[in-house]
């Protein structure tokens, strides 16, 4: 066995096909066909099904890839380790980031990391949060960027926190009458007058639409879903020419003009937040380069720390 066979091995298992597999690998079916045919006549053990349909694990495969993956890994954090040693300047850096996040977070950060690191390459996956997830998990990217606090459930990574971002309610004006707002405030919304709007949603999948459920399921609000969507920018242009309600991280409203273009409102006594984390594994080594990112990324927007 060998780092690139254990790669071939688990490259496979990700995508459950040989030809899927051979076209990240950038090399030809036939060649990584016999590869893993070799490896298995090599452990003496079958480490895939071969039906009609995916390619499935066998219990041994599961093994061999679950130890192959903690190899590669160790692999992987020696290298780093090595390379910050010689205090080398160049690599590459993978992240992720959701899709529309990038643009509002990122001109600045990479700008700056440039002057640091010149001759870097950054190579970013941009996805919807659960995407990041599986693909950190599958160690295709060192780390990425996650509004939110569901990801603390999950088992085998580590958060660190970025900034604290704004969350608003945001409507067309005359959508939300005096009467539906809280006596002495001229912008929160009482909770309970907030069932009766019709909500603009994004879809499942988005960090915004778990964190917006456990708002609106704290509130004992079952909502009337106008529609779902995919863009939290989209959302809030919907919402102010008056089809709908939403609950939009303040980036989306920033980048359209700022809270005073539009009709926001808080929805709790304080306004509410939610943390922009960035997240990895617990038993990754982050290198000097994968630091100084992050760094960057907290100084950029430390300002909005609270």
């Given at each position: 066995?060998?780092f ?8 496979v ?42 390619f ?51 001109p ?29 998990m ?37 959508t ?13 919304i009482?909770?309970e ?19 917006t ?11 009337h ?34 809270a ?19 997240v990895?594994?617990?038993?990754v ?17 430390g300002?909005?720390?609270?």
């Open positions: 066995m060998d690139r066979e254990m790669l071939y091995i688990t490259t298992a990700d995508h459950q096909s040989v030809t899927a597999a051979a076209k990240k690998l950038y090399i030809s079916q036939p060649s990584l066909s016999y590869i893993i045919s070799k490896v298995e006549q090599d452990v003496g053990v079958k480490l895939f099904e071969r039906n009609n349909g995916p499935r694990l066998t219990y041994a495969g599961e093994r061999y890839v679950e130890t192959a993956r903690k190899i590669l890994r160790l692999n992987e954090n020696m290298r780093g380790e090595l390379k910050d040693i010689g205090e080398g300047e160049r690599g590459v850096i993978y992240f992720g980031i959701p899709t529309e996040r990038a643009g509002y977070m990122l600045e950060v990479i700008l700056r990391f440039r002057r640091e690191y010149p001759a870097a390459e950054v190579r970013i996956q941009e996805s919807k949060s659960e995407e990041l997830f599986q693909s950190l599958r160690d295709e990217i060192k780390f990425f960027v996650q509004p939110g606090d569901g990801i603390r459930k999950k088992a085998g990574v580590t958060t660190e926190l970025i900034y604290k971002e704004k969350l608003f309610l945001v409507a067309a004006p005359r939300v009458t005096e009467e539906m707002i809280k006596e002495g405030t001229d912008d929160r009482l909770p007058l907030m069932r009766d709007l019709p909500f603009i949603l994004l879809k499942k999948g988005h960090a915004i639409r778990e964190k459920d456990e708002i609106l399921e704290r509130h004992g609000i079952i909502p879903i106008f529609m779902e969507i995919s863009s939290c920018i989209s959302a809030v242009q919907l919402a102010a020419a008056g089809l709908g309600v939403t609950i939009v991280p303040q980036r989306a409203v920033d980048v359209l003009g700022g005073d273009k539009f009709c926001c409102y808080r929805y709790d006594h304080e306004p509410d937040s939610w943390d922009i984390n960035v990895y594994k617990n038993d080594y982050l290198d000097q380069m994968e630091r100084c990112f992050i760094r960057l990324m907290k100084q950029v927007f300002e909005n720390l609270s």
